[in-house]
């Protein structure tokens, strides 16, 4: 009888593993079409989506190049007009040019031209668009040269100060049979460069010599386009390893643009043997074709489980048979009862410990913000403590009309003291009250009237850079002065003990507003955690480490942000705190408070 067992046994166990290796192979087997499958997709879609790609783009660069010829058609025909006008040619005669840049500023809105400017016989400006030209000699540039000599309408290129390049049409203004100025006339082609940056990847337009002229990417002027393409910065080795996963299936690139894989196509443009080289990525083909692939890799997977599931089949039923026969599934259930009436009972303990954590939460932001009011009021407890005593030296003079000012700044701190403690809210919860256009300069005035005891208390060599037009922002005033008060202060206590102790104040405007405060104290040892909550560099009893948290919350209310970082990055020494502010726009005042709130 053991022996019938064990012959029947041993077939049914040769069966079962030829079932298995069988079912191996049908895996292997599909794994290999699959990954041929894949891959012959991926190389067919790839070609023809990419060639799809390139049409659009050479269709796109027909129509920039038509935009282009467009533009300098319209501005070549200005300065045969303007040096017909008799306005002009009256001005240029008599040498009366009180009225010529006001007309040249009219026809510039007229016909939309980049600028207009008006030189005499001798190539001094006499009158132009933007009038702090006026006065400047161009004898020696092209657009003058060319213009005396040809008599007739010349396209000149040349480099403009900024960087880019200037595109000029300029003509003779005869009378008489005699030359009387030039008139030239820059075409506005840097509004089209702007437009195809928000569409193309990258454009470039070279000159019959090969120069780049205008470009998508600013750092490409005024170089050769092998040049340009070289110019790029080292990637990192993740950012390498990126970049090769997403190239792995793309067709060979034409060139690289800012480490990324681009095509390359070259339109003939029919003026003066300029090209236009468009530059396109090849991440609009990757997405199409890897959604087709997404959906062939699917497929395999499907089928794949299938066969898994047919592997696991046999093995599941198994280990259910003995799971039911196994006394340690018993025990096993019987520890896992226990183990969740102890997580109940666990779960009722958390909600406890949160319940406490919560309260104790309410009293550590009750500490905080007494702690901001005893901070906060410190700086006009002691400029009123000077003001007194400066008031009771004057009474005892017998200048009483000059102690009467002292008792008016006095007041007015008092006036200040009640709105800090309005205002002091702000750190508990965002958004202000009081928003109104302030000017950056005022807001630094009325702080340096607040901090003028403590910087007359010693020997502070302060500097001022302050435009002289307008730095306007939408802001809370009271609240703002707080922010450079605390920076003001923050930088006396850090020259304290110097040799030559000194702050600089910086305000200037660009895309926003900046205010800048530097001093040459030791600097910041521990940038990272300099605007939070109680962290302080000073001895205890002198500071509370609430002030540039604040200040970075109110910041950040105003729709700015307050950054710091130590000056020996800049060669110098000390540590330099920047406030950058949006700039008023009055078209969107609601929108910034509703932003700010």
């Known amino acids: 009888m053991r022996e019938e067992d064990n012959s029947i046994g041993f077939p049914e166990g040769r069966t079962g593993l030829t079932s298995r290796w069988g079912l191996r192979g049908v895996i292997a087997v599909l794994l290999v079409v699959a990954a041929g499958t894949i891959w012959f997709t991926n190389a067919w879609l790839t070609a023809r989506f990419s060639e799809t790609t390139r049409v659009r783009t050479e269709l796109r660069s027909a129509l920039y190049t038509g935009n282009l010829l467009s533009e300098l ?29 006001a007309r040249l500023i009219s026809a510039q809105k007229e016909i939309a031209a980049a600028s207009i400017k008006l030189l005499d016989a001798s190539g001094r400006v006499v009158g132009s668009t933007d009038r702090n030209l006026i006065g400047t000699n161009y004898v020696q540039e092209p657009f003058f040269v060319e213009a005396l000599r040809s008599r007739d309408t010349v396209f000149t290129v040349s480099p403009s100060p900024q960087g880019a390049y200037e595109f000029t049409y300029s003509r003779t203004v005869m009378s008489d049979g005699r030359t009387l100025g030039v008139v030239v006339v820059g075409a506005d082609l840097t509004r089209l460069v702007r437009s195809w940056a928000g569409i193309s990847d990258a454009i470039a337009v070279t000159d019959s010599e090969g120069q780049i002229i205008l470009s998508t990417e600013p750092r490409w002027r005024g170089l050769t386009l092998p040049e340009a393409l070289a110019v790029r910065s080292a990637p990192s080795a993740i950012a390498r390893a990126f970049q090769v996963t997403a190239d792995w299936a793309a067709t060979p690139a034409d060139a690289y643009v800012q480490g990324r894989a681009v095509m390359q196509s070259e339109t003939r443009i029919p003026f ?54 196994s006394a340690d599934l018993r025990a096993l259930n019987q520890r896992l009862t226990r183990e969740i009436a102890e997580r109940e009972r666990m779960q009722k303990e ?14 550590a932001a009750l500490g905080e913000m007494s702690a901001g009011v005893s901070h906060e009021l410190n700086q006009p407890l002691a400029a009123m403590k000077t003001y007194l005593a400066g008031a009771r030296l004057l009474l005892q003079r017998g200048r009483a009309e000059e102690a009467l000012s002292s008792f008016q700044r006095i007041d007015d701190l008092v006036e200040r003291m009640g709105a800090i403690t309005r205002q002091l809210k702000s750190y508990a919860r965002k958004g202000g009250e009081a928003f109104e256009p302030v000017d950056l300069r005022a807001a630094l005035s009325s702080a340096l009237v607040m901090m003028e005891p403590q910087l007359r208390s010693r020997t502070i060599r302060l500097q001022r850079n302050i435009p002289r037009y307008p730095v306007m922002v939408y802001c809370d005033r009271i609240r703002l002065e707080q922010i450079i008060i605390n920076l003001l202060r923050n930088a006396v206590d850090a020259i304290r003990g110097m040799r030559d102790p000194a702050i600089e104040i910086t305000v200037s405007a660009g895309s926003h507003a900046f205010l800048s405060v530097r001093d040459n104290g030791p600097g910041v040892s521990d940038l990272e955690n300099l605007f939070e909550p109680f962290f302080t560099t000073k001895k205890p009893g002198e500071g509370t480490g609430l002030g540039l948290a604040i200040s970075s919350g109110i910041a950040a209310d105003f729709g700015g942000r307050l950054t710091a970082h130590n000056a020996s990055d800049e060669g110098g020494r000390g540590a330099v705190f920047e406030l950058e502010l949006p700039l008023h726009d009055p078209g969107h005042k609601a929108g910034t408070r509703l932003a700010a709130e």
């Open 73 to 101: 058609q319209r501005t070549s025909v200005v300065p045969l007009l303007l040096a017909r006008d008799p306005a002009l040619i009256s001005a240029l005669s008599g040498n009366d040019f009180s009225g010529t840049s």
């Open 272 to 325: 003066r043997g300029w090209k236009m080289i468009a530059f396109t990525t090849y991440e609009s083909v990757r997405e199409r074709v890897n959604a087709v692939l997404a959906m062939v890799i699917m497929g395999f997977a499907i089928l794949l489980a299938a066969v898994f599931y047919l592997l696991s089949r046999r093995a599941r039923v198994e280990s259910e048979a003995w799971m039911r026969e």
């Open 350 to 363: 958390l909600r406890v410990a949160e319940q406490t954590v919560q309260q104790s939460s309410k009293l």
